[in-house]
């Protein structure tokens, strides 16, 4: 283990057996959550633009994961999480982003890294994997979770030249669209997929965990309450970005000295 991963070992087991004390009640809230599944409103995945010709002396940027690198809760993915990361960044390194989008609503992370390995990725100075809530809904095993974190990382690792982030898994016991109790059962086990999130990260150099959330404020929300809206999106990128500029940084810090 880590000396970056054992503060947070505690906690880890803490949550874990939190789970494990409260899952039983699964059963009890079970038709809560079929009227949930069955009456939240759908919405699409973002339209994808005409996007510009491929820029090799740009800084390439990749996304991949669920339904927030989708789009979904906008009508275009240049209104969408990636795109809004972008801008921010340009500000930062002064440099042109050239971003990939590459997600899917509703994806869990085994069908994820099949779908990586099958189409392919560019090769990326930056990658961003966004996951966590459909394994969270689909009531992913922990070690299964953690395996697959790993088999995923270790296939990134060839494809990018600088850091590889995950960002936090949002804490769904505050979507609008999720009503109690279901919403807290739902948040502790995304509490507990998230805290081995930061787990496997901690253990891989060039790897890092961002724990910045999305705001819930009804305003940032889209229609469906389980999404961001336009507006969610952009104020989601203005917070992690700041977490994403010290990464580059040091990365580019380290990369230097060792050179």
């Not at 699964?26 to 699409?44: E, F, M, N, S």
């Not at 275009?76 to 990636?82: A, M």
């Not at 809530?133 to 974190?149: H, M, P």
Request: glycine share 6%; with cysteine; net charge neutral.
């Amino acid at each position: 283990m880590s000396s970056a991963d054992s503060p947070n070992h505690s906690l880890r087991r803490f949550l874990h057996f939190l789970w494990f004390v409260f899952s039983p009640l699964l059963l009890l809230i079970l038709p809560q959550a079929i009227y949930v599944k069955r009456t939240t409103l759908r919405l699409p995945e973002a339209e994808v633009m005409n996007k510009a010709p491929a820029n090799p002396n740009a800084f390439q940027l990749v996304h991949i994961g669920e339904s927030a690198v989708a789009g979904v809760g906008v009508q275009t993915l240049d209104q969408g999480f990636t795109a809004n990361i972008a801008s921010q960044l340009e500000n930062h390194t002064s440099q042109t982003v050239q971003w990939h989008a590459l997600g899917v609503n509703g994806i869990r992370l085994k069908a994820l890294i099949e779908q990586a390995k099958n189409q392919g990725i560019p090769k990326a100075d930056m990658i961003i994997v966004t996951m966590g809530v459909n394994d969270t809904t689909g009531f992913t095993q922990i070690k299964r979770w953690q395996s697959q974190l790993i088999e995923l990382i270790e296939w990134l690792k060839p494809h990018c030249n600088g850091p590889i982030i995950f960002t936090q898994v949002p804490p769904m016991m505050k979507f609008p669209a999720l009503p109690a109790p279901l919403r807290y059962f739902i948040g502790l086990r995304a509490l507990v997929i998230d805290a081995y999130l930061q787990k496997v990260c901690g253990h891989f150099e060039g790897v890092f965990y961002v724990g910045v959330e999305p705001n819930f404020e009804t305003e940032l929300m889209a229609e469906d309450g389980y999404h961001p809206s336009a507006k969610g999106y952009q104020e989601w990128s203005r917070a992690i970005t700041p977490e994403l500029n010290k990464i580059l940084d040091q990365y580019k810090a380290e990369s230097s000295s060792v050179d």
